[in-house]
């Protein structure tokens, strides 16, 4: 079993930035893509950013020169930083990650319980 725990979300005022920090533990052979979605209301989820194993990464076009994705494969965690905040950005963040367990040989999906990001003045 695997457990992604999420840390960091809050109310920030529009220009200003939050860190998201997600860290995966359990019976953990290898991760592959870990990564960022979030879901505002009456919206789909949508791809905020990942990073694969081996460093590339892929950001929404909503975000990108705005956000900024990093990984610690030592600390199985994943943080995501956040400048330039818009009102728009408001949504539940949630961690996602491929996860290979020790005695599996494919990866499964797992998910974190969500962050609520809320950008408001």
């Known amino acids: 079993q695997v457990q992604l725990v999420e840390s960091g979300g809050g109310l920030v005022q529009p220009g200003g930035s939050l860190r998201l920090s997600c860290t995966a533990s359990g019976s953990i052979l290898s991760i592959n893509a870990m990564g960022w979605y979030r879901q505002a209301p009456g919206k789909q989820r949508e791809l905020v950013a990942v990073v694969t194993g081996g460093g590339s990464t892929n950001y929404g076009d909503s975000v990108k020169g705005r956000f900024s994705i990093a990984r610690d494969n030592a600390k199985n965690t994943v943080t995501l930083q956040m400048n330039s905040l818009k009102p728009e950005d408001t949504a539940v963040y949630s961690c996602?990650?491929?996860?290979?367990?020790?005695?599996?040989?494919?990866?499964?999906?797992?998910w974190g319980q969500g962050t609520q990001v809320t950008v408001s003045s």
């Open positions: 996602n990650a491929y996860v290979i367990t020790i005695g599996w040989s494919r990866p499964v999906n797992y």
